[in-house]
């Protein structure tokens, strides 16, 4: 065995030596009539990670479009962007996805996800059910329609992206769903009237209807008891939750280790994938704790600093290490790569207003291409054309002389595999 790592631990707890993330290898080479490969030199070069690495998507779709007011700055976020991620998320918020009620901005975000597709970046749509940005002429319609066109609009949207995007949220923040007051909205009043556990099923069973190979989350950025209870009653009532999202914004402070492996224990019990699905952390001055919704902090202007950048680099690592480190978290996304057009001015993007790189983004792009990616090798055949290595889970790709085949690595532990090299 060629051994690039530590030696795995075995357990559901955190692991520093990341036994959940890798797999012990054993490829035999064959030529196309059967015969091994003896004795051969073979180059093994990991080209995808299992896990997923995800940031938005929002900022590219006027480069991907041709509609950019900044072609050179746009190019460079690109390539920044695909400089480290292969998970994407686009925005389908209903009021800014269809604002006027039968003309849907479809062909815009068709060809935002055909580029990411084309370039082996998984998709994801965010949200399919929210009562925020959501469609203002939903106010003109009475609850029973509210609900009809919902449904239609999960049904739509599911069914015409199939194939490019496959991962939803189907409902986005519903702890609060039902008793939202700062603005008036249509969801909020179907919730109220429907109740909680049934617009969950209503998302649920919509987007399942549109595409059965879909899978779905239930998102949320209440970490409190109230989220576990949605859960339970959704669980209980038959809805199945194919992957609970739980988001950190972390406007005012990191959360650091000891949290989220706090939060971490309490929502693994429900034995469901984990994605940390918007994750912000800030290269300035922290929002005051004061406040309860971070909604209500507007400042002028909030810049980042050489102080705020380093601290921001470290509680990165930091955060990425632990979600890494437990076994439930199979996908981390980032909540935007600028500071520019970031969610509420705030400097939380791993990229300054110019575009340049804060050290933030060489740390997390670091631990994605080279810390948690299989060292490139050259390794040698035995005399049945066998080979052995250690590798992180994902796509590899086998070069020998001129030709090369591609092997999958998609459990942990041992894995015994035939490669044809044609």
């Known amino acids: ?127 399919l059910v929210w009562h925020t940005v959501t469609a203002p002429w939903l106010l003109d319609l009475e609850v029973d329609e509210i609900e009809r066109v919902q449904r239609d609009r999960i049904r739509r949207d599911v069914s015409e992206f199939a194939g490019l995007i496959d991962t939803w949220d ?17 969801i909020t009043r179907l919730a109220h009237e429907r109740g909680r556990i049934e617009m969950m099923r209503l998302a649920f069973d919509e987007a399942r209807a549109a595409n059965p190979d879909a899978t779905l989350l239930l998102n949320d950025f209440d970490m409190s008891t ?66 309860r919704d971070l909604n209500d902090w507007q400042v002028d202007h909030w810049p980042t600093s050489e102080e705020g950048e380093a601290r921001q680099a470290e509680e990165l690592e930091q955060h990425y290490r632990t979600l890494y480190s437990h076994p439930s978290v199979e996908s981390i996304t980032y909540w935007g790569l600028p500071d520019r057009g970031m969610w509420l001015g705030a400097p939380g993007g791993l990229l300054r207003p110019d575009g340049s790189p804060k050290p933030a983004y060489h740390r997390l792009k670091r631990l994605v291409t080279e810390d ?25 790709e086998l070069t020998v002389g001129g030709a090369t085949a591609l092997l999958d690595v998609d459990a942990p532990g041992e894995v015994t595999a035939e490669v044809v090299v044609g």
């Open 372 to 396: 948690w990616r299989t060292p490139e090798a050259t390794l040698r055949t035995d005399d049945d054309g066998r080979l052995q290595f250690e590798g992180f889970l994902g796509r590899h």
């Open 226 to 291: 109230a989220y576990e209870c949605l859960i339970e009653g959704a669980l209980e009532a038959g809805i199945r939750i194919d992957r609970l999202g739980l988001q950190s914004h972390m406007h005012q402070g990191a959360w650091g280790e000891d949290r989220t492996l706090e939060v971490l224990d309490r929502f693994s019990r429900f034995g469901i994938p984990i994605h940390f699905t918007e994750n912000t952390i800030l290269s300035g001055d922290l929002m005051p704790s004061h406040i």
């Open 170 to 186: 189907a409902i986005n923040e519903v702890v609060i769903m039902p008793v939202f007051t700062a603005e008036d909205n249509g």
């Open 1 to 127: 065995m060629t051994s690039l790592f530590t030696p795995p631990a075995p357990g559901r707890t955190p692991d520093p030596n990341l036994a959940h993330r890798r797999a012990q290898v054993t490829v035999t080479l064959t030529r196309d009539d059967g015969a091994p490969l003896a004795g051969r030199d073979v180059t093994a070069r990991q080209t995808s990670q299992s896990f997923g690495f995800g940031c938005i998507g929002f900022e590219l779709l006027d480069h991907i479009t041709g509609e950019s007011q900044d072609p050179d700055y746009d190019a460079g976020l690109a390539e920044h962007w695909l400089g480290v991620f292969n998970r994407a998320t686009l925005p389908f918020y209903w009021g800014m996805f269809e604002p006027e009620r039968g003309r849907p901005r479809t062909e815009r975000l068709l060809a935002g996800a055909r580029w990411f597709v084309e370039r082996g970046i998984e998709v994801k749509g965010h949200p």
